[in-house]
């Protein structure tokens, strides 16, 4: 693909721009990683703080998601967690959802669902930090 | 081939999973009666079920994206050593699973 070919039918800035026909090059699939890299010490964490609580009372969960260090590390989970998310539901949906319309209604749904879960639990874990 | 539909189920899975964590999140934030309902729905059968599936779904599509940055690189696509590669990620997700389980049940020293 390098190089310019007789029969190559791209303008010479979408040869500069190299985005592709998705117009985001691999932002998509660079992402993904990225999310996925970070998610996996911040599962860890988050799989071992749950271990941790497991049969703690209401007063000390709350005392331990107020603590600085674990509420910012959960929001750190929770973003990167649910932008992977998304971005794995988005693919799964170009995959399977062949009407357009459809395709990108539900595309549109599941960022709403994901913003809603994020705002809904950093929004919790907000107010446990700065007092209950 | 397998291990591929399942990375998308467990993904999948993950996904409607974060209502769960949410809505533990906000109980915690909001009352005691809340939080009580909350740990009574994860302790009934069903609760504990799907908190088991939902650790096994999180521990094999962390091995199995691990699995997918080995790939990335080039590395492990011969088909043999693809197949060894998809056992050892249902085995170590099994295996994660259990353990987990077994260290949060010590934690409640139920164990």
Not at chain 1, 11 to 27: D, F, N
Not at chain 2, 27 to 48: E, K, M, P, V
Not at chain 2, 89 to 110: C, E, H, K, Q
């Amino acid at each position: 693909m390098s190089g310019k070919s007789s029969n190559d039918m791209r303008t010479p800035m979408a040869r500069v721009r190299g985005l592709g026909s998705s117009h985001e090059g691999t932002q998509h699939f660079w992402r993904q990683r990225l999310t996925a890299l970070a998610n996996i010490p911040l599962t860890l964490f988050f799989v071992g703080f749950l271990i941790a609580l497991n049969g703690a009372g209401f007063a000390e969960v709350r005392a331990a998601l107020a603590n600085p260090f674990v509420a910012l590390v959960m929001i750190l989970f929770l973003i990167s967690g649910l932008y992977h998310m998304r971005l794995g539901m988005q693919v799964i949906i170009e995959d399977y959802v062949i009407s357009e319309g459809l395709k990108l209604l539900t595309i549109a749904l599941s960022t709403f669902f994901t913003v809603a879960v994020g705002v809904a639990s950093i929004f919790a874990l907000l107010k446990l930090a700065f007092g209950g | 081939m397998t291990m591929s539909i399942i990375h998308r189920i467990t993904g999948g899975a993950l996904y409607f999973g974060t209502l769960l964590v949410a809505a533990w999140l906000m109980a915690a934030a909001s009352s005691q009666g809340a939080f009580d309902w909350i740990n009574w729905a994860f302790g009934t059968w069903l609760g504990r079920l799907v908190l088991f599936g939902y650790t096994w779904a999180l521990m094999h599509h962390m091995l199995g994206g691990i699995r997918h940055f080995v790939w990335d690189t080039g590395a492990g696509l011969e088909k043999h050593t693809a197949s060894k590669i998809a056992w050892a990620t249902l085995v170590g997700s099994v295996v994660l699973t259990l353990l987990i389980w077994v260290a949060g049940y010590m934690a409640r020293g139920a164990l």
